[in-house]
């Protein structure tokens, strides 16, 4: 007797709550594409990141291909488009941030955490990614934990700063 393989994929819906949210957006832009960004970071919000099926999901929502959502989450580097940790660690690499020693700090804390750039910690607790310029040239070298902006970070100051994220 022959097995029927079906090949239908369940369709991901976005919650009542990310619509609405999406929606608002919508109606402060001009078109709905330009609320693109937005709808990607609100379902990242709910979802800690943003899979092909809620791509596609936001795609429906805004009239939108999903290659074209994913042309945008790829140029836009804080759109995660795999799995994260529970925080997200990025060193800024840009030129301020290097000539202010970026890369030591870097390997410092690659040491601390035990894991390498687009590494996640095996308890899930932290990601480490890098990123361009922060905006806080003058207070190099800059990092961002989740949303918090953290300037002239030294080596000796990971542990307490790591420390505040659990
Ligand atoms: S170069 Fe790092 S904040 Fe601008």
Redesign the pocket.
Known sequence: MSETVSTFEPVEQLSDEEVALIEHECAHLPDRQSAAIDAMMIVQKHRGWVSDASLAAIGRLLGMSTAALDAIATFYNRIFRQPVGRHVVMV???????I?G?DGLARDIQKHLGVGYGETTPDGRFTLLPI??????D????MLVDEELIENVRAEDLDAILGRFE
């Open positions: 800024c690499d840009s030129v301020s941030c290097f202010m970026a361009v310029c922060l905006g806080a040239c207070k190099a070298p800059t």
